[in-house]
Structure formats: structure tokens, C-alpha cells
């Protein structure tokens, strides 16, 4: 519909209508093998009034900001959680307050994660026409394998067998460790266990006996395989009662099954299945344990189910047992449910998909119009939406089912129409509530896969997606990993009607979205309640739960693929598909232990049991986390305090990385200060060391400088190049002398170290006369007497050549190497 809005954020001129890359110039935004099939420029998230480029890809509805550049996350929505999408939108054209006002036209697309947005289009463009139609083929794929996750494959997250992680768990459960760890899936079903109660069986190894039933089941002891066959035909889709949890201290059991087949009158009975049930009331120490039969359904469902051939226990026919009914309606009374809901949020929240402020809808500034006749309205809205009512009723029951089996020790046999929705509900929510190792990031794995996944919730069918329905249309690759034969649709679950399409190997969209209903996501509200309830019991946040949701509804990862574990085989999922608990793991372990999936307040000693709520503390609210994140934002992020907390652990893990890291600067410091006194010892060893060397080369100075003395030299030590012999007498008189220095070099510096000069002087006697002689001889002559000179007798007249008449070795003295640092002053 065409109509009037504003365009205030949007330049037309800029607008590039074809874009020329493959990508369409998105690659930064796109995952992996992820493609752009249609694009749509300027337009328009009426939500906020945000301008941009919004683009249809084989995996969601990405929206742009033409502003920032960015993403927007409430444009942004898979292909596989959008419920449904319209072009026929009529809002209040006072919606918007602007004198610019052009003619729009407006695509309206309502998620299952509980958004509702609307898109307007540039006028007279068919761009809203290019994205409708792209959504139309890839919102509703004919075939599994046309779904994103199969185009992308494991990537990094590879999914490991999801046989042997059940059987695992079922160890665990029997407190058992099996003696060989299989390897595959054929070895995980050759193998037996048990103990003195309830034993492993193989029965379903090839889903003969049960389509939606896992292949392996966790029977009492003393039922043989060949009582299973015959209890089986007297339940709907021979869903015969298994046990799902146990308490190996007490031996009391939480087993799950679907409807007896006992027929209009309620009289018909089976003796087998009668035995079964029996079995699974083990022998306590003084009596037999009491039984109770718990059935989901309203009374008055039951009893018309008996008209189709189902119904209800009669308590009569079960030894000591009760049969109890909790009330819950049926799959479509809940998408009805959610549906109001829904509108009432986008109505009231504080931004609707119309961009209208809730304080402004019905005229006037005040809430809910100004008057309270219309506020009280609104709050009613909530309660006839009936939301609330159906949590609490799924909370009440699990927490009466949980309270039986820990403070009586009984076992509870708990089962609805099909046994496949309801009661996963129930049996999971009170193993939960019973088991704090489900409690956990790896217990709530395991739970899921066995009770949701293993036990054959319709996943496909309950998300509106297809599924496999017959293996020739199957891809080569993917029927070559099957290791099943054809697959039909369970009895049970086929439905007809007109227009619906009957072509094998595909589910229209119409078939799928008639038995949609949000059964997982009940569930997982539930579960949002007991967190808020028990802060300190759970491992996981409330963060957490909404990305796993998230995760389910994108259909990105293969593990929710289908309606049980033999298509997810047939299919070939596990290989073919990536995993979303490796999803999971990966994303917590980039973020450490601060990561927003762990709960701050965890404490596995303090709740280290059963959680057994009292039904006065079970009055649900709603859960803003999940159903206020689009329309109210702010009022979303959960409690103060938890916000509080988590900024206040943030803090302390950057100080405590700022402490790691003035440690490491520490530690990086004190190294080289070791490192430098080991230099300064070294230098201070060299420095005793030269000191010792020149004191002895000092010593060895002085005794030459008496022995050339002793020569009749006189030696004569100068600090600067003008050297003076020191005497005046050789100063006046013409003396012969012998003088060297010591090169500084070119480079040194003459203030710091001044050169060292040594003069070395000999007298002939010959120069002087008179008592000059004699002075100098007694001076210098060490061979002179008292009687006087003995000249040319005398023995100085032996070294006439090399000592008189200046004739000595003077290359003696060159040889020499003599340093200022020895003749230091003493």
C-alpha cells in the first residue's frame, strides 16, 4: 500500500540503484558462503527512522546503515526466523511527524524471535517487488538441503557423532564406564550396558521399532526385548514408556512415553505394557515404590482423544499407581498464545514497528491514553494473551513432577497426546530441576540432545521449515552418507488439506506453518524463570539462552535440523552441517571466564541438589532479555544489579591484566638489573685486576728508572710535550740527551689525558772541567773514587762505546712501552 512518511535521512541523489560487484559491495557484512540475491538502496527501518541498504541473501535479511556503515541487528533477521512477511501495511500516517511527506511503500516482516519491522521502499521503484519475491523463494525452500547451512557446510564448528555423546550420557545415568570406547555409530550400537535395574537396548538400532525413538533406549532389567515389541503396538507411534532420567541412589525413574491406545470406552488393555510400567517401580527396602502417571493434556482432551483411539491410564489397570492431568493445551493454543503476545509488546513497547512511541498511540502524552480505563486495558492485553498462564503451568507441573520422584522416591511416568512436545517439556524441565550437572554448559548439552533431539521433538515441523521426507530427491553426496533406507512421514505427523502440496521429498510452507508453535522456546522461558529464581544454581546466563535460541531459529547450524534422529542420519546432518554447541563453546572461550554466557553468581556448592520451588514462587513474568530486546531496548538488559556486577567484573579483569602486565614489566626490570650487577661485577673484578696490574707494573717502573740511574741517566718525566731535563745544568751547558712520548692518536682528547714525556740524559766528562768535572762524576759516575777520576783507567772506560760519548743502545729505550698509568704519584 502506498501512503505518506518521511524521508529526512535519505539523500535520493546518492542512491546507486545496480550495483556492479557480485557481492554488491557487501562483502565486509557477509559470512561464510553466504551471497546477495536482491538489493534495495534507501530504504527505510520505520522502527527507527534509520536510513540504508537492506539486502536479500541465501541466509537472512541484512539491513545497512547508510549512515554509519553498519549492521543494523533490528533490520537484520534470518530467512528461517521470519514467520511471516506481508506488503499489505496500513499505519497512521500521523505515525510520522514531518512537513516532508512522500508516498512509500512498506513491507512488513514479524519474526519468531518476537520482532515486528517495517520497511519502507523508494516509491515507484520495484525494489520492493525484487525483495518480496526473493523472500517468497528463500524464506520457504522446497527442499532441507536448500537451507544456508548445507551451502556452508562444518566450516570450523565439526559436529562429532551425537550417538556416542548420548550414550555417554546414558553411562553416566546408570553409573556405568563402559569397558571400549566406540569409535562410530555401528559400534556405539552393538553395545550393551547395565546395572542392577535398567539396561541399554539396542532394539532401535535401525528405527524399525520407532521411527522418532532413538536407537538406543534405557529399559528396566527384567523386560525383554521381545515385551518391548508387544508393548509397543498399544501406544501412539509406538512410543512405548523408556526411562529418561534416573536416580541411582534411590532407583526412582522419570520415564516418558506417549497415549495408551485404550480406545473410546478407556477398557482396552495390554498386558505387556501394563509389565513395563509395572518395572519401572523398582522395589524400595520396605514397599513397593509408588507410581505416578502423569498425563500433560487437559482432562477433557483426553477423553476426546479416546474418540481416535488414544486417551488416558486408567489407575485401576497400573498397580499402585495415580493418574494426574496438569492442563497444558495443545501446540496451536500456545502459537496463538505467542501471537498476542507479540502485538502486545510491539504495541507497548517503547518504540512499535510503526515508529510510534507507546506514551503518544491513542492520542495524548500520557501511557495507555491518557486515561486509566485504557491503561487497565493494556495490562489486560498481557493476560488475554495467555503467555504467562501456559509458562507457569509447564513450571507448576515439572516442579510437582521434580518433588515427587526427590522427597518421595517415586517414579513418574509422564506422557501427553504424541509424547513428543508436551512431554519433552516436562521430562527435561524436571531433570533439570532434579540433576545440577544439567544445570551446567555441558549438562545442558547433554539434555537437549537427549530429551529434545534424540526423542524426536519435530523440530522442522515446529519452525515451519522442510524436512526429509523421501530419500529420491535427495542430493548423490547426501544419500551416500545415509546409511538408512527411505524414510516415510510418521502417520502421526502427516497432515492433508487443500493446497497443500503432495510432490515427495519436499514440505510446503503452508503444511509446516500449520503445526508451528514455539514448544522449544516455552521451554527455554521456563528455564529463564528458574534462573531468576535460583541466581546461584545455574552455570549459563540468560545471555546464553537467548544465543542458543537465536542459534535454533537461524537454522545456521544442522543440529535442530528435522523431526528425529533417523532423518538427521538419513540426511547425513552430522557431517554435512556445523555444529552450534561448537558455535557456543568458540564464542565463550574468545571471551574467557567473563564471558556474558557464564553466570556471575554461580555457586555449584550452594545448589548442589534438587531445586524444588514452591508454586507460590513460580508466577512468571515476561522475559525481557528475550521478548523486550527490539521493542524496548533499554528496559531489556535485565536487572541493575546484574549490570552492575558484570561492569564491576569487567573492571576487575582489566586490573587484573594491568597486574599481569606491571608483574611481567616487574619480572622484565629485575632480570636486567641482574643482568647489569653481573656486568658491574664483572667491571669491578676487571678494575682489581688492572689496579694489580698496575701496581706491579709501577714496581717494575721504579726498578727501571733506578737501574737506568744507576747507569748515570737521568730520567725525567713530563705530562705535557714541552718537556724540561729538569736540570739547570744541562740547560747551560751543551749536553747530549735521548727523549720519547707517547702518541695520544688523532682522537683523543688532550684536557682529559695529557701526554706522557720521558727524557733520558747522559754527560760525558770530557765537557766539563774543573770541579765541574768532579761534580758531575760524583754525580752520575758510579766507578768514581775518593782519589778522583781514573779516566781512561777506569772501568767506565769500559762503556765507552756504549755510554760515554753518547754512543748507548738507545733502540733499547724505544722498545720500551711505558704509559702515563704507571708512574702514577704514590
Given at each position: 500500500?502506498?501512503?505518506?512518511?518521511?524521508?529526512?535521512?535519505?539523500?535520493?541523489?546518492?542512491?546507486?540503484?545496480?550495483?556492479?560487484?557480485?557481492?554488491?559491495?557487501?562483502?565486509?557484512?557477509?559470512?561464510?558462503?553466504?551471497?546477495?540475491?536482491?538489493?534495495?538502496?534507501?530504504?527505510?527501518?520505520?522502527?527507527?527512522?534509520?536510513?540504508?541498504?537492506?539486502?536479500?541473501?541465501?541466509?537472512?535479511?541484512?539491513?545497512?546503515?547508510?549512515?554509519?556503515?553498519?549492521?543494523?541487528?533490528?533490520?537484520?533477521?534470518?530467512?528461517?526466523?521470519?514467520?511471516?512477511?506481508?506488503?499489505?501495511?496500513?499505519?497512521?500516517?500521523?505515525?510520522?511527524?514531518?512537513?516532508?511527506?512522500?508516498?512509500?511503500?512498506?513491507?512488513?516482516?514479524?519474526?519468531?524471535?518476537?520482532?515486528?519491522?517495517?520497511?519502507?521502499?523508494?516509491?515507484?521503484?520495484?525494489?520492493?517487488?525484487?525483495?518480496?519475491?526473493?523472500?517468497?523463494?528463500?524464506?520457504?525452500?522446497?527442499?532441507?538441503?536448500?537451507?544456508?547451512?548445507?551451502?556452508?557446510?562444518?566450516?570450523?564448528?565439526?559436529?562429532?557423532?551425537?550417538?556416542?555423546?548420548?550414550?555417554?550420557?546414558?553411562?553416566?545415568?546408570?553409573?556405568?564406564?563402559?569397558?571400549?570406547?566406540?569409535?562410530?555409530?555401528?559400534?556405539?550400537?552393538?553395545?550393551?550396558?547395565?546395572?542392577?535395574?535398567?539396561?541399554?537396548?539396542?532394539?532401535?538400532?535401525?528405527?524399525?521399532?520407532?521411527?522418532?525413538?532413538?536407537?538406543?533406549?534405557?529399559?528396566?532389567?527384567?523386560?525383554?526385548?521381545?515385551?518391548?515389541?508387544?508393548?509397543?503396538?498399544?501406544?501412539?507411534?509406538?512410543?512405548?514408556?523408556?526411562?529418561?532420567?534416573?536416580?541411582?541412589?534411590?532407583?526412582?525413574?522419570?520415564?516418558?512415553?506417549?497415549?495408551?491406545?485404550?480406545?473410546?470406552?478407556?477398557?482396552?488393555?495390554?498386558?505387556?505394557?501394563?509389565?513395563?510400567?509395572?518395572?519401572?517401580?523398582?522395589?524400595?527396602?520396605?514397599?513397593?515404590?509408588?507410581?505416578?502417571?502423569?498425563?500433560?493434556?487437559?482432562?477433557?482432551?483426553?477423553?476426546?482423544?479416546?474418540?481416535?483411539?488414544?486417551?488416558?491410564?486408567?489407575?485401576?489397570?497400573?498397580?499402585?499407581?495415580?493418574?494426574?492431568?496438569?492442563?497444558?493445551?495443545?501446540?496451536?493454543?500456545?502459537?496463538?498464545?505467542?501471537?498476542?503476545?507479540?502485538?502486545?509488546?510491539?504495541?507497548?513497547?517503547?518504540?512499535?514497528?510503526?515508529?510510534?512511541?507507546?506514551?503518544?498511540?491513542?492520542?495524548?502524552?500520557?501511557?495507555?491514553?491518557?486515561?486509566?480505563?485504557?491503561?487497565?486495558a493494556s495490562v489486560a492485553t498481557l493476560g488475554v494473551s495467555g503467555w504467562l498462564i501456559h509458562i507457569q503451568n509447564v513450571l507448576v507441573g515439572s516442579a510437582w513432577i521434580a518433588a515427587?520422584?526427590?522427597?518421595?522416591?517415586?517414579?513418574?511416568?509422564?506422557?501427553?497426546?504424541?509424547?513428543?512436545?508436551?512431554?519433552?517439556?516436562?521430562?527435561?524441565?524436571?531433570?533439570?530441576?532434579?540433576?545440577?550437572?544439567?544445570?551446567?554448559?555441558?549438562?545442558?548439552?547433554?539434555?537437549?540432545?537427549?530429551?529434545?533431539?534424540?526423542?524426536?521433538?519435530?523440530?522442522?515441523?515446529?519452525?515451519?521449515?522442510?524436512?526429509?521426507?523421501?530419500?529420491?530427491?535427495?542430493?548423490?553426496?547426501?544419500?551416500?552418507?545415509?546409511?538408512?533406507?527411505?524414510?516415510?512421514?510418521?502417520?502421526?505427523?502427516?497432515?492433508?488439506?487443500?493446497?497443500?502440496?503432495?510432490?515427495?521429498?519436499?514440505?510446503?510452507?503452508?503444511?509446516?506453518?500449520?503445526?508451528?508453535?514455539?514448544?522449544?522456546?516455552?521451554?527455554?522461558?521456563?528455564?529463564?524463570?528458574?534462573?531468576?529464581?535460583?541466581?546461584?544454581?545455574?552455570?549459563?546466563?540468560?545471555?546464553?539462552?537467548?544465543?542458543?535460541?537465536?542459534?535454533?531459529?537461524?537454522?545456521?547450524?544442522?543440529?535442530?535440523?528435522?523431526?528425529?534422529?533417523?532423518?538427521?542420519?538419513?540426511?547425513?546432518?552430522?557431517?554435512?552441517?556445523?555444529?552450534?554447541?561448537?558455535?557456543?563453546?568458540?564464542?565463550r572461550a574468545s571471551g574467557g571466564s567473563l564471558h556474558v554466557h557464564y553466570n556471575l553468581f554461580y555457586d555449584p556448592v550452594k545448589h548442589d541438589g534438587p531445586l524444588l520451588p514452591p508454586?507460590?514462587?513460580?508466577?512468571?513474568?515476561?522475559?525481557?532479555?528475550?521478548?523486550?530486546?527490539?521493542?524496548?531496548?533499554?528496559?531489556?538488559?535485565?536487572?541493575?544489579?546484574?549490570?552492575?556486577?558484570?561492569?564491576?567484573?569487567?573492571?576487575?579483569?582489566?586490573?587484573?591484566?594491568?597486574?599481569?602486565?606491571?608483574?611481567?614489566?616487574?619480572?622484565?626490570?629485575?632480570?636486567?638489573?641482574?643482568?647489569?650487577?653481573?656486568?658491574?661485577?664483572?667491571?669491578?673484578?676487571?678494575?682489581?685486576?688492572?689496579?694489580?696490574?698496575?701496581?706491579?707494573?709501577?714496581?717494575?717502573?721504579?726498578?727501571?728508572?733506578?737501574?737506568?740511574?744507576?747507569?748515570?741517566?737521568?730520567?725525567?718525566?713530563?705530562?705535557?710535550?714541552?718537556?724540561?731535563?729538569?736540570?739547570?745544568?744541562?740547560?747551560?751547558?751543551?749536553?747530549?740527551?735521548?727523549?720519547?712520548?707517547?702518541?695520544?692518536?688523532?682522537?683523543?682528547?688532550?684536557?682529559?689525558?695529557?701526554?706522557?714525556?720521558?727524557?733520558?740524559?747522559?754527560?760525558?766528562?770530557?765537557?766539563?772541567?774543573?770541579?765541574?768535572?768532579?761534580?758531575?762524576?760524583?754525580?752520575?759516575?758510579?766507578?768514581?773514587?775518593?782519589?778522583?777520576?781514573?779516566?781512561?783507567?777506569?772501568?767506565?772506560?769500559q762503556l765507552g762505546s756504549q755510554f760515554i760519548g753518547l754512543k748507548a743502545n738507545f733502540d733499547a729505550f724505544d722498545r720500551l712501552s711505558i704509559y702515563d698509568c704507571y708512574f702514577k704519584?704514590?
Amino acid at each position: 500500500m502506498d501512503g505518506a512518511a518521511t524521508w529526512d535521512a535519505l539523500e535520493w541523489t546518492q542512491i546507486d540503484p545496480v550495483s556492479r560487484s557480485p557481492t554488491h559491495g557487501m562483502d565486509e557484512f557477509l559470512l561464510e558462503a553466504e551471497e546477495v540475491i536482491v538489493q534495495g538502496h534507501g530504504v527505510v527501518l520505520l522502527n527507527t527512522d534509520e536510513a540504508g541498504t537492506l539486502s536479500v541473501t541465501n541466509f537472512r535479511l541484512l539491513f545497512v546503515s547508510q549512515v554509519n556503515q553498519g549492521v543494523i541487528a533490528l533490520g537484520t533477521i534470518p530467512l528461517t526466523t521470519i514467520e511471516k512477511f506481508t506488503d499489505d501495511v496500513k499505519i497512521p500516517s500521523a505515525s510520522r511527524q514531518s512537513d516532508k511527506m512522500q508516498p512509500r511503500e512498506l513491507l512488513q516482516v514479524v519474526g519468531k524471535d518476537m520482532r515486528i519491522i517495517i520497511f519502507g521502499f523508494r516509491p515507484r521503484t520495484i525494489q520492493r517487488h525484487a525483495v518480496v519475491d526473493a523472500l517468497w523463494r528463500y524464506t520457504k525452500p522446497a527442499q532441507l538441503w536448500d537451507l544456508y547451512t548445507f551451502s556452508c557446510g562444518p566450516s570450523k564448528f565439526n559436529n562429532t557423532n551425537p550417538k556416542l555423546r548420548l550414550f555417554e550420557e546414558y553411562c553416566r545415568l546408570l553409573g556405568k564406564k563402559p569397558l571400549h570406547v566406540p569409535s562410530n555409530a555401528i559400534e556405539v550400537e552393538r553395545l550393551t550396558l547395565s546395572n542392577d535395574w535398567w539396561r541399554i537396548t539396542a532394539i532401535n538400532s535401525s528405527y524399525s521399532f520407532c521411527p522418532t525413538y532413538p536407537s538406543m533406549l534405557i529399559v528396566p532389567k527384567g523386560i525383554s526385548d521381545e515385551d518391548l515389541l508387544q508393548a509397543s503396538i498399544f501406544r501412539s507411534s509406538k512410543r512405548l514408556p523408556v526411562i529418561s532420567w534416573t536416580d541411582s541412589g534411590t532407583g526412582a525413574v522419570l520415564a516418558r512415553s506417549s497415549q495408551p491406545l485404550v480406545g473410546l470406552v478407556m477398557n482396552l488393555r495390554n498386558d505387556a505394557d501394563e509389565k513395563l510400567v509395572a518395572a519401572l517401580c523398582t522395589q524400595t527396602n520396605r514397599s513397593r515404590r509408588k507410581l505416578y502417571i502423569v498425563d500433560a493434556r487437559p482432562r477433557k482432551n483426553a477423553l476426546a482423544n479416546g474418540a481416535k483411539g488414544g486417551g488416558s491410564e486408567s489407575s485401576s489397570n497400573y498397580f499402585q499407581s495415580e493418574v494426574f492431568f496438569l492442563g497444558i493445551e495443545n501446540i496451536h493454543v500456545m502459537r496463538e498464545s505467542l501471537n498476542r503476545l507479540r502485538e502486545y509488546v510491539d504495541t507497548h513497547g517503547t518504540t512499535s514497528s510503526d515508529g510510534m512511541s507507546s506514551f503518544l498511540r491513542t492520542g495524548g502524552w500520557t501511557w495507555g491514553g491518557g486515561n486509566l480505563s485504557s491503561m487497565s486495558a493494556s495490562v489486560a492485553t498481557l493476560g488475554v494473551s495467555g503467555w504467562l498462564i501456559h509458562i507457569q503451568n509447564v513450571l507448576v507441573g515439572s516442579a510437582w513432577i521434580a518433588a515427587r520422584v526427590a522427597l518421595e522416591s517415586a517414579s513418574v511416568l509422564v506422557h501427553c497426546s504424541d509424547g513428543w512436545d508436551r512431554t519433552t517439556q516436562l521430562v527435561s524441565l524436571a531433570c533439570l530441576l532434579l540433576d545440577p550437572y544439567y544445570r551446567t554448559f555441558k549438562g545442558f548439552q547433554a539434555l537437549v540432545e537427549k530429551d529434545w533431539l534424540a526423542f524426536g521433538h519435530p523440530f522442522s515441523e515446529r519452525m515451519g521449515i522442510p524436512t526429509v521426507s523421501d530419500n529420491s530427491n535427495m542430493p548423490s553426496e547426501l544419500s551416500r552418507q545415509s546409511s538408512i533406507g527411505n524414510l516415510s512421514t510418521s502417520p502421526m505427523r502427516s497432515v492433508s488439506g487443500p493446497g497443500l502440496s503432495s510432490s515427495p521429498g519436499s514440505l510446503s510452507h503452508a503444511q509446516a506453518s500449520n503445526n508451528s508453535s514455539p514448544i522449544l522456546l516455552q521451554w527455554v522461558d521456563c528455564i529463564s524463570h528458574l534462573l531468576r529464581l535460583y541466581p546461584c544454581a545455574f552455570e549459563f546466563s540468560s545471555t546464553f539462552l537467548v544465543d542458543f535460541l537465536d542459534c535454533v531459529l537461524s537454522c545456521r547450524f544442522g543440529n535442530f535440523l528435522c523431526n528425529s534422529e533417523k532423518e538427521r542420519q538419513q540426511s547425513g546432518i552430522a557431517d554435512a552441517c556445523g555444529c552450534l554447541w561448537m558455535y557456543l563453546d568458540d564464542l565463550r572461550a574468545s571471551g574467557g571466564s567473563l564471558h556474558v554466557h557464564y553466570n556471575l553468581f554461580y555457586d555449584p556448592v550452594k545448589h548442589d541438589g534438587p531445586l524444588l520451588p514452591p508454586a507460590a514462587a513460580l508466577a512468571p513474568t515476561i522475559w525481557p532479555q528475550f521478548h523486550l530486546r527490539w521493542a524496548c531496548p533499554l528496559e531489556s538488559q535485565g536487572g541493575e544489579l546484574e549490570s552492575q556486577c558484570r561492569a564491576m567484573s569487567n573492571k576487575y579483569s582489566e586490573t587484573l591484566k594491568e597486574k599481569e602486565m606491571a608483574e611481567n614489566m616487574a619480572r622484565d626490570l629485575k632480570t636486567k638489573a641482574e643482568a647489569l650487577a653481573k656486568e658491574l661485577e664483572k667491571e669491578r673484578q676487571a678494575n682489581h685486576s688492572a689496579l694489580a696490574t698496575a701496581k706491579r707494573s709501577r714496581r717494575e717502573s721504579l726498578a727501571i728508572r733506578r737501574a737506568i740511574e744507576s747507569l748515570g741517566c737521568k730520567v725525567h718525566f713530563s705530562s705535557n710535550e714541552n718537556h724540561d731535563l729538569g736540570s739547570t745544568l744541562f740547560n747551560k751547558t751543551e749536553g747530549l740527551s735521548y727523549s720519547f712520548q707517547r702518541d695520544s692518536g688523532a682522537g683523543s682528547q688532550r684536557d682529559e689525558k695529557a701526554d706522557l714525556s720521558v727524557a733520558i740524559s747522559a754527560i760525558e766528562d770530557s765537557l766539563f772541567s774543573g770541579n765541574s768535572i768532579s761534580e758531575v762524576c760524583e754525580s752520575v759516575c758510579p766507578f768514581r773514587t775518593r782519589e778522583g777520576c781514573n779516566w781512561p783507567e777506569a772501568e767506565c772506560a769500559q762503556l765507552g762505546s756504549q755510554f760515554i760519548g753518547l754512543k748507548a743502545n738507545f733502540d733499547a729505550f724505544d722498545r720500551l712501552s711505558i704509559y702515563d698509568c704507571y708512574f702514577k704519584a704514590e
